[in-house]
Protein backbone atom coordinates (compact mmCIF):
# COMPACT_ATOMS: atom_id res chain seq x y z
CA UNK A 1 0.00 0.00 0.00
CA UNK A 2 1.59 3.07 -0.84
CA UNK A 3 1.81 5.89 1.82
CA UNK A 4 1.95 9.48 1.18
CA UNK A 5 3.26 11.84 3.61
CA UNK A 6 3.12 15.73 2.89
CA UNK A 7 5.51 18.47 4.81
CA UNK A 8 6.39 22.13 4.62
CA UNK A 9 3.54 24.06 4.96
CA UNK A 10 2.98 26.97 6.46
CA UNK A 11 2.38 30.63 6.56
CA UNK A 12 4.37 32.98 4.40
CA UNK A 13 3.97 36.89 2.68
CA UNK A 14 2.97 37.67 -0.27
CA UNK A 15 5.57 37.65 -2.53
CA UNK A 16 7.87 35.42 -0.45
CA UNK A 17 8.47 30.86 -1.38
CA UNK A 18 7.93 27.91 0.10
CA UNK A 19 9.05 24.24 -1.44
CA UNK A 20 6.53 21.84 0.33
CA UNK A 21 7.65 17.67 -0.36
CA UNK A 22 5.86 14.49 -0.34
CA UNK A 23 7.62 11.40 0.92
CA UNK A 24 6.54 8.13 -0.63
CA UNK A 25 6.27 4.51 0.60
CA UNK A 26 4.90 1.52 0.40
CA UNK A 27 5.35 0.65 -3.35
CA UNK A 28 7.18 1.59 -6.70
CA UNK A 29 6.14 5.18 -6.77
CA UNK A 30 9.22 5.77 -8.75
CA UNK A 31 7.23 4.26 -11.93
CA UNK A 32 4.11 6.47 -11.30
CA UNK A 33 3.74 9.69 -12.50
CA UNK A 34 2.74 12.43 -9.43
CA UNK A 35 0.96 15.61 -9.07
CA UNK A 36 0.04 18.08 -6.30
CA UNK A 37 -3.39 19.45 -5.81
CA UNK A 38 -5.45 22.32 -3.63
CA UNK A 39 -8.01 22.81 -2.12
CA UNK A 40 -9.22 26.08 -0.91
CA UNK A 41 -12.31 26.61 1.60
CA UNK A 42 -15.80 26.26 -0.15
CA UNK A 43 -13.48 25.14 -3.46
CA UNK A 44 -13.10 22.09 -5.55
CA UNK A 45 -10.04 20.26 -5.28
CA UNK A 46 -8.04 21.78 -8.38
CA UNK A 47 -4.77 20.44 -10.30
CA UNK A 48 -1.36 22.26 -9.67
CA UNK A 49 1.32 20.57 -11.17
CA UNK A 50 1.71 17.07 -12.25
CA UNK A 51 5.50 15.19 -13.09
CA UNK A 52 5.94 11.97 -15.23
CA UNK A 53 7.45 9.08 -13.82
CA UNK A 54 11.03 10.23 -14.44
CA UNK A 55 11.32 13.86 -14.44
CA UNK A 56 11.65 14.55 -17.70
CA UNK A 57 7.85 16.10 -18.03
CA UNK A 58 6.00 18.26 -16.19
CA UNK A 59 2.92 19.88 -16.25
CA UNK A 60 1.14 23.07 -14.61
CA UNK A 61 -1.86 24.78 -14.18
CA UNK A 62 -1.83 28.41 -16.05
CA UNK A 63 -2.44 30.14 -12.83
CA UNK A 64 1.01 29.05 -11.81
CA UNK A 65 2.84 28.33 -14.39
CA UNK A 66 5.74 30.35 -14.51
CA UNK A 67 5.75 30.51 -9.91
CA UNK A 68 5.78 26.87 -9.19
CA UNK A 69 8.24 24.25 -10.12
CA UNK A 70 7.64 20.34 -9.28
CA UNK A 71 10.15 18.14 -9.56
CA UNK A 72 11.28 14.55 -7.95
CA UNK A 73 14.46 12.74 -6.25
CA UNK A 74 13.05 8.81 -7.36
CA UNK A 75 15.96 7.77 -5.35
CA UNK A 76 14.73 9.41 -2.34
CA UNK A 77 10.89 8.54 -3.51
CA UNK A 78 10.07 12.26 -2.59
CA UNK A 79 8.35 14.88 -5.19
CA UNK A 80 8.70 18.81 -4.24
CA UNK A 81 7.13 21.87 -4.80
CA UNK A 82 8.90 25.12 -5.10
CA UNK A 83 6.28 28.24 -4.88
CA UNK A 84 7.32 31.43 -5.47
CA UNK A 85 5.81 35.01 -5.64
CA UNK A 86 3.48 33.21 -3.67
CA UNK A 87 -0.08 35.33 -3.79
CA UNK A 88 -3.00 35.19 -1.15
CA UNK A 89 -5.16 33.37 -3.61
CA UNK A 90 -2.54 30.08 -3.18
CA UNK A 91 -3.53 30.18 0.27
CA UNK A 92 -5.01 26.39 -0.02
CA UNK A 93 -4.49 22.40 1.47
CA UNK A 94 -2.24 20.87 -0.80
CA UNK A 95 -2.46 17.37 -1.71
CA UNK A 96 0.40 15.07 -2.95
CA UNK A 97 -1.07 12.58 -5.09
CA UNK A 98 0.25 9.19 -6.81
CA UNK A 99 -1.38 7.50 -9.97
CA UNK A 100 -0.51 3.90 -10.92
CA UNK A 101 -1.67 3.90 -14.31
CA UNK A 102 1.40 4.26 -17.13
CA UNK A 103 1.22 7.33 -18.80
CA UNK A 104 1.39 11.54 -18.48
CA UNK A 105 -0.14 12.83 -15.40
CA UNK A 106 -3.55 14.22 -16.02
CA UNK A 107 -5.53 17.34 -14.76
CA UNK A 108 -8.67 15.44 -12.95
CA UNK A 109 -7.83 14.32 -9.72
CA UNK A 110 -10.59 11.25 -9.88
CA UNK A 111 -7.62 9.03 -12.04
CA UNK A 112 -5.21 9.18 -9.04
CA UNK A 113 -4.82 6.19 -6.67
CA UNK A 114 -3.23 7.69 -3.73
CA UNK A 115 -3.37 10.72 -1.48
CA UNK A 116 -1.60 12.29 0.92
CA UNK A 117 -3.35 13.80 4.17
CA UNK A 118 -2.42 16.99 3.08
CA UNK A 119 -0.73 19.96 3.98
CA UNK A 120 -1.93 23.98 4.70
CA UNK A 121 -0.04 26.65 3.26
CA UNK A 122 -1.13 30.29 3.67
CA UNK A 123 -0.12 33.36 2.33
CA UNK A 124 -0.94 36.31 4.05
CA UNK A 125 -1.53 39.63 1.89
Known amino acids: QVQLVESGGGLVQAGGSLRISCAAS????????MAWFRQAPGKEREFVAGINWSGGATYYADSVKGRFTISRDNAENTVYLQMSSLKPEDTAVYYCTARQQWGPPGRGWREYDYWGQGTHVTVSS
Open 26 to 33: GGTVSRYA
